[in-house]
């Protein structure tokens, strides 16, 4: 999962930049690409600005089996990756003073 959140990363910058914000039909292209490179049948994005959510959308196929479509409601296993998004919200938390913790008192 890193290298995927990585390269979504790199992807989204290089070829977008980091001041302008992207459009949606830019966001497709962007999955449809990743969808590519990484050879997966489908995935679903959600883009949240400001606390609203400003774009979700599935593109593919939950399963090259049943063929049925992926939407933004589809769930997908992320195997032990939660750990590291749960680390990364709770040190989020910590910096914004909102988690006290004894290595990093407030």
Known sequence: MKPL???????????FGFTQG???AQIDELAQR???AFNVPGIAVGVVKDGKVVH????????????EKTDMHTRFGIASNTKAF????????VDEKKLNHPLFPI
């Open 5 to 15: 959140l990585l390269t979504l990363f790199l992807l989204i910058t290089t070829t």
């Open 22 to 24: 992207l459009t949606g």
């Open 34 to 36: 990743t969808m590519q």
């Open 56 to 67: 979700a959308a599935g593109y593919g196929v939950r399963s090259l089996n049943s063929r």
């Open 86 to 93: 749960t680390a990364a919200a709770l040190g989020l938390l």
